[in-house]
């Protein structure tokens, strides 16, 4: 095995000759082998979260590990392991987990080879609200390989079954959503539809067809002694390179440091079979395709805005052409990546909507309008931009945010004017763009929390965070688990579905200083105790 040369908490390993037996992975080794695996936090889950190392089986002689070897089924070439909880969801299955394994194949110098996908999740039970599966399938370009279909409730369903491979497997029962829908369209259709928002026809209808669910190549239940499954090659360890964990660059993991969100998206676009998303020339009159993308974080006021807007730019005769979409319009897959392939500007808010603009062409420009997020824990109003490390592990684009200090006033139309208005004229930036220039103004106080002070300290405050899966502003605004009297109010807390578990580790007086120095960036917020019933 090799493993990559970061310190422990989020490592990555690839293994020759790593075994499956019994519903768990087996590095095989003889009685005076070394094993420092043993001492990685290893996971395929991308979030902070478990750990989950491979037993260790050790034997006696080369003689016996022959014999143990035997019966083995051959997996070739190349493995990679992912986790998927939520992976109905376009945002959570594709980058808390996929993207974060798929990190682990550009650390070894494997992001370009085809491989199988050794899925460690429940499968959805329709296939048509779970395309991430297919996504999986189409981008790796060999099998979907799911757990399911290797561990004991699987085959004894699939004794029971007319065909032998059909007995369903264990599902994931959070998917309700329409037939027909891939998961990003669905999951913006659960947002809300925009009823006259305008459809937009794809293209690109992949490079393979839709995922078998349990597309092995043999009944793992008829393979008797075989069922020891021998992986040739095998990259595991996603753990702590997720979206929701943030680092301390701020930019999802490698997304800066190894190009990889780069690498991840360009080959999207290569595995369904259409043309890369290439830069394009700046010419005199020529159009600036603004795009609005439909979010459930706008209001209907907002949302009303917005569409009114499109329509006011439709009507004139600007170089900027401005559309409103709703990716529940836009299908499937493929067909929405052909058309975040000709945007040159992307508006909207948090959440599952923003994270597909990383797909977009070099040379784009996101705006974040953010949303205003109530807070029980002190019972304030805060803006909230959400995943800002996306913008900032994508330094081929760049990131522009409404203003903080009024954001919880309501969208306003000229403020959203000047914002598009300065992206049409931020053309033609050089990439990849300095670090920190895809921050909100919170992003940059929660940045200078860990420059200002020494690595131990940024470690401990960033273990914490992310423990908490909480976001950036929650600690800017010192708000729910970074409340400073929360330690007070437990009994509060816990009604209101909140952790009690008292204030978390943060340097007040230096995140005072930092945002005094910010004060007219970031919004003007009080830590007043809620009223206590």
């Not at 993308?293 to 807007?309: C, D, M, P, T, Y």
């Not at 009994?491 to 204030?503: P, V």
Request: charged content about 20%.
């Amino acid at each position: 095995w090799r493993c990559t040369p970061h310190h422990t908490r989020n490592v990555s390993c690839l293994f020759h000759n790593l075994y499956y037996q019994n519903n768990q992975f087996v590095a095989l080794l003889l009685q005076d082998d070394k094993f420092p695996v043993a001492e990685y936090d290893l996971s395929f889950y991308g979030s902070f979260g478990w750990v989950e190392r491979p037993s260790e089986l050790r034997l006696k002689s080369a003689e016996e590990a022959a014999e143990f070897m035997r019966n083995a089924t051959e997996m070739e070439p190349l493995t990679l392991g992912v986790e998927g909880p939520w992976h109905d969801n376009f945002g959570h299955g594709l980058f808390d987990h996929f993207y974060p394994a798929f990190l682990g194949l550009v650390e070894f110098g494997l992001h370009h080879e085809t491989f199988d996908v050794f899925f460690n999740a429940p499968l959805c039970k329709a296939p048509e609200c779970c395309e991430t599966e297919d996504i999986m399938r189409v981008f790796a370009g060999g099998r979907l390989l799911p757990v399911a279909a290797l561990s004991q409730t699987y085959r004894q369903a699939s004794s029971n079954a007319t065909d032998g491979n059909a007995g369903e497997r264990p599902y994931s029962e959070t998917c309700a959503k329409s037939p027909g829908r891939s998961v990003a369209a669905a999951a913006s259709a659960a947002e809300g539809e925009a009823g006259d928002a305008e459809p937009v026809a794809g293209g690109g209808d992949g490079a393979a067809g839709a995922a078998t669910t349990a597309d092995l190549g043999f009944n793992y239940s008829s393979l008797g002694d075989a069922r020891v499954l021998r992986f040739k090659h095998f990259v595991y360890g996603a753990r702590n390179k997720g979206q929701r964990t943030v680092q301390p660059d701020i930019a999802i993991a490698g997304g800066r440091s190894l190009n990889a969100m780069y690498h991840f998206t360009r080959r999207m676009y290569h595995r369904y079979g259409l043309p890369l998303p290439l830069r394009k020339a700046i010419k005199e009159n020529s159009p600036f395709r603004v795009a609005v993308i439909h979010n459930k974080r706008f209001n209907e006021s907002e949302v009303a805005l917005l569409k009114g807007l499109a329509q006011s730019y439709r009507a004139s005769e600007s170089h900027i052409k401005l559309t409103y979409l709703d990716y529940g319009r836009i299908q499937p897959f493929s067909s929405q990546l052909a058309v975040l392939a000709t945007i040159d500007c992307y508006i909207t808010s948090g959440g599952t909507g923003l994270m597909p603009h990383v797909f977009l062409p070099e040379g784009a420009i996101v705006i974040n309008l953010g949303e205003c997020k109530d807070q029980i824990v002190p019972a304030i109003g805060i803006p909230l931009f959400m995943e800002q490390y996306m913008a900032e592990g994508a330094p081929y684009q760049r990131a522009l945010y409404y203003d903080s200090v009024t954001r919880c006033q309501g969208l306003e139309k000229s403020k959203i004017e000047a914002l598009i208005m300065k992206a049409y004229k931020m053309r033609g930036f050089e990439t990849p763009v300095p670090a920190g220039s895809n921050l909100s103004p919170e992003g940059k106080i929660f940045i200078e929390m860990c420059k200002r002070t020494n690595e131990t300290y940024c470690n401990k405050f960033l273990d914490d965070f992310n423990a908490m899966n909480d976001w950036m502003e929650y600690v800017v605004y010192e708000t729910r688990h970074f409340y400073p009297q929360r330690s007070q109010i437990m009994d509060y807390a816990k009604q209101n579905g909140m952790w009690a578990d008292g204030e978390r580790a943060v340097d007040r007086n230096l995140l005072a200083k930092i945002k005094e120095e910010y004060k007219d960036q970031i919004a003007q917020i009080g830590t007043v105790p809620p009223n206590i019933p």
